[in-house]
């Protein structure tokens, strides 16, 4: 079976502060997907990330970051120096050689001025 | 491009009612899915389809029909609506296969049942 645990519920912090949101994945399958989506207040979902299986390759864009490791099934996502506008949803999400993509929970972000 | 699509932006239903969620992408995505999206449970697959004719079950299908004619269209069928399906529901579509991307999603149809 395959299932994203996002385990921060909701994270608050400082304006300026890095933060790092966590995301476990479980799948049997060898080749697979995962990404990043944001969801500000206004509601829309954004892509951020995609990685795929065979790509453990860190990535760094602007503020963010991504530190994919298979060895422990995690795909975590780092914001370095927040801003006010980093507030939403964010959310991991997992898709397997069976195309379906299934989603975490999320985490919710507040960054306090 | 329009993107994706979804109509109405709103609804209320009465239980017991049926109706039909709209989706449509121009695209020419081989891949799209419903989720529906509940406070603290994320997004979950409702349904979902590779290309036009093929539709397959989700995490939470009960209760919910698709059908996929063509590639642009991808509705949503409640064909007894019960308070449980209260929820906000996506739309998405995306590559297939061997180039899959990110999905794009619609800007979302918030369904009220009473």
């Known amino acids: 079976a395959q299932k994203v645990t996002q385990a921060q519920t909701e994270i608050s912090v400082v304006e300026k502060e890095d933060v790092t949101l966590d995301c476990v994945y479980e799948t049997r399958d060898t080749t697979y997907y995962l990404f990043w989506y944001k969801q500000p207040p206004s509601g829309e979902l954004v892509f951020l990330i995609r990685r795929n299986s065979f790509d453990e390759q860190n990535e760094i864009s602007g503020r963010y970051s991504w530190n994919f490791q298979k060895s422990t099934s995690s795909f975590n996502f780092t914001i370095t120096a927040s801003q006010v506008v980093d507030s939403a949803v964010y959310f991991c999400?997992?898709?397997?050689?069976?195309?379906?993509?299934?989603f975490g929970p999320g985490t919710s972000l507040s960054v306090i001025p | 491009n329009a993107g994706v699509t979804q109509t109405p932006k709103f609804q209320v239903l009465k239980t017991g009612q049926s109706m039909t969620l709209q989706c449509a992408q121009d695209m020419n995505h081989e891949y799209m899915s419903w989720y529906r999206q509940d406070p603290g449970m994320g997004l979950r697959l409702i349904h979902y389809?590779?290309?036009?004719?093929?539709?397959d079950q989700g995490e939470v299908p009960n209760g919910y029909n698709v059908s996929r004619s063509t590639t642009e269209d991808f509705p949503l069928r409640l064909l007894s609506a019960a308070p449980s399906q209260t929820s906000v529901y996506f739309c998405?579509?995306?590559?297939?296969?061997?180039?899959?991307?990110?999905?794009?999603f619609g800007p979302g149809t918030r369904l009220t049942v009473l």
């Open positions: 998405a579509s995306g590559n297939g296969g061997a180039v899959y991307n990110e999905q794009f």
């Open positions: 999400a997992l898709r397997t050689s069976y195309d379906k993509v299934i």
């Open positions: 389809s590779v290309g036009a004719g093929i539709t």
